[in-house]
């Protein structure tokens, strides 16, 4: 079983910065894939980055590639999104939700472990 758990969420003006973080159990992670997600009120949760399992491959959201970028550390067992040129419509929760395979996926569904969450609020 994989515990996730996020930390990093807060509130930052539009156009400011902000890394999230993920922290995962398990002695396997770097046989992870592990991507983000967010769901803002009254929306369905939506894709926002993925990382394969080395970390060799990302693919990210067309509304946040250019202005977010995520890693891994494996030997930390972390995944982090950093977010720049923020603007209100990022506004979300942020999920960190990791597969047992290597390869990315926008897919929600392929996702078996998520995180509770870490709010990151965006003002005007």
């Known amino acids: 079983q994989v515990q996730l758990v996020e930390s990093g969420g807060g509130l930052v003006q539009a156009g400011g910065s902000l890394r999230v973080s993920c922290a995962a159990s398990?002695?396997?992670?770097?046989?992870?894939?592990m991507g983000w997600f967010r769901q803002a009120p009254g929306k369905d949760r939506e894709f926002v980055a993925a990382i394969s399992g080395s970390g060799l491959s990302e693919t990210y959201a067309a509304s946040v590639k250019g202005r977010f970028a995520m890693a891994r550390d494996n030997a930390k067992n972390t995944v982090y999104l950093q977010m720049n040129s923020l603007k209100p419509e990022d506004s979300a929760v942020y999920y960190c939700a990791g597969r047992t395979y290597s390869r990315v996926t926008t897919y929600l569904n392929d996702y078996s472990y998520w995180g509770q969450g870490t709010q990151v609020t965006v003002s005007k």
């Open positions: 398990g002695r396997t992670f770097s046989a992870y894939a």
